[in-house]
């Protein structure tokens, strides 16, 4: 059973910065996507950052120079540095994971490409 665990998130005022982690448990790294997502209260969930088994990274437009993903696949660990916070990016964040092959016209910033996903864990910040 995969388990996916997000931890780091909190309130910083416009300008911080905070570092998610992604504990993965039950997983085997394949050669598929991870990444992190963001859901607004009213918003549809969008993705934010993903990176390939490879190393291979694809950001949002919008967090493009601010945040940074990183993987470390000997501790099943997933990270998301976001610097230069905007009261815009508050949101709950999901880590997820894909483990299933998927047509490659699904993008990898596509939430449908992704089968498993933490509980999520909020980020306000404030102006």
């Known amino acids: 059973q995969v388990q996916l665990v997000e931890s780091g998130g909190g309130s910083v005022q416009s300008g911080g910065s905070l570092r998610l982690s992604c504990a993965a448990s039950?997983?085997?790294?394949?050669?598929?996507?991870k990444g992190w997502f963001r859901q607004a209260p009213g918003k549809e969930r969008e993705g934010v950052a993903v990176?390939?088994?490879?190393?291979?990274?694809i950001y949002a437009d919008s967090v493009k120079g601010r945040f940074t993903i990183s993987q470390d696949n000997a501790k099943n660990t997933l990270a998301l540095q976001m610097n230069k916070l905007k009261p815009e990016d508050t949101a709950m964040y999901y880590c997820?994971?894909?483990?299933?092959?998927?047509?490659?016209?699904?993008?990898?910033?596509?939430?449908?490409?992704?089968?498993?996903w933490g509980q999520g864990t909020q980020v306000t910040v404030s102006s």
């Open positions: 997820a994971v894909q483990t299933m092959s998927t047509s490659p016209a699904v993008q990898p910033l596509n939430s449908m490409r992704y089968n498993y």
């Open positions: 990176i390939h088994n490879n190393g291979t990274t």
């Open positions: 039950g997983y085997t790294y394949s050669n598929h996507w």
